[in-house]
């Protein structure tokens, strides 16, 4: 596709999302939106690390729950602003990501992949039983929505903010370009398709694998933060390990390696278990189903396959 189509599409996607609102009739569909958007974040991070580099992290939504509990922590404990919280929730992500990042990166493929997941069990664990800090499984409440205490734009109003969420979103999409786009992303390009010979002529890849672990998890950080502040209430059990499969997937199945799988991927994840509701008990066999079918039938996901699809079109034409 031609750089000129591309930006037409882009811009053509980005006022879908704009109007989006104005489409939507139920409001329910507003909330699974603004829940999509905040999935968007978190998977354009798991992209960096798994789609770009080639390492798939099995703690996405771990690092999620440790942005979500650092700002509602910071906020109701130290009297922090929302703003402030927000923004140091993905630094306080990154810290995390540091320590767990060096050791984890000394392994490669299905073993980095168990090691991350077993991180992500740690972090649940953690959230669970700590109640001194945490509430445990009763979770946290009160979380405030920004603005609230200024009160010149309403927060609480579902609609400003999805907007406030969208920004977000495409900000984060937009740096996800950038750092794709640039000498690093073209490094870790490298590293995914031969690590070997990346070593061999005198690159440290550990620094950049460690870069995306790290980058991929304010990401996360940064949606969680989101999140809590959307939903005002927060407990461990959205942050296990099914919610890091549910990043995975949202890659996988939008399109791993690109730019617009993520948003595709993360929007089919959270919208089609709710369109299977009618299945009832079955709900989740059938959903499991569909994306084990989607992942056999288009190993490119749903960007690639158009785009082999767009392809053959403009050879016939």
């Known amino acids: 596709m031609k750089p000129g189509l591309k930006l037409l599409v882009a811009g053509a996607a980005l006022a879908f999302f704009v109007a989006l609102p104005q489409l939507i009739t139920v409001k329910y569909y507003l909330h699974l939106s603004v829940l999509a958007l905040v999935w968007v974040i978190a998977a354009q991070g798991q992209n960096l690390i798994q789609g770009y580099t080639g390492y798939v992290s099995i703690v996405q939504a771990g690092f999620m729950g440790i942005g979500a509990y650092s700002t509602a922590l910071m906020g109701l404990h130290f009297d922090l602003p929302v703003w402030l919280t927000i923004l140091l929730a993905p630094c306080v ?3 995390f990501a540091l320590a767990t990042g060096y050791p984890s990166l000394r392994v490669k493929g299905h073993y980095f992949a168990i090691v991350t997941l077993a991180f992500n069990m740690v972090i649940f664990i953690v959230l669970m039983n700590f109640h001194q800090l945490t509430q445990g499984e009763a979770g946290i409440t009160g979380i405030p929505k920004p603005g609230s205490r200024d009160g010149w734009i309403n927060f609480r109003d579902r609609e400003v903010y999805y907007y406030f969420v969208l920004i977000v979103a495409v900000a984060m999409t937009a740096l996800a370009w950038l750092i794709v786009r640039s000498r690093v992303g073209q490094t870790l390009m490298s590293i995914r398709q031969n ?9 440290a890849a550990w620094k950049y ?3 995306a672990f790290v980058v991929s998890a304010m990401f996360a950080g940064l949606a969680g933060a989101l999140y ?3 939903q005002s209430f927060i407990n ?7 919610q890091s499969l549910d990043a995975i997937l949202a890659v996988i199945v939008g399109g791993s390696g690109t730019i617009a799988g993520p948003v595709i991927g993360a929007f089919v994840v959270v919208f089609l278990p709710e369109y299977l509701r009618f299945a009832d008990s079955f709900r989740l066999i059938l959903y499991g189903l569909l994306l084990v079918l989607a992942t056999i039938f288009m190993p490119r996901g749903i960007v690639g396959t158009l785009a082999v699809v767009w392809s053959k079109l403009e050879r016939r034409g």
């Open 93 to 95: 992500t990154a810290i």
């Open 195 to 203: 690590e070997d010979l990346v070593g061999a002529i005198g690159i």
């Open 209 to 211: 694998k460690l870069f």
């Open 228 to 230: 809590a502040h959307y």
């Open 236 to 242: 461990p059990e959205i942050f296990g390990v099914a």
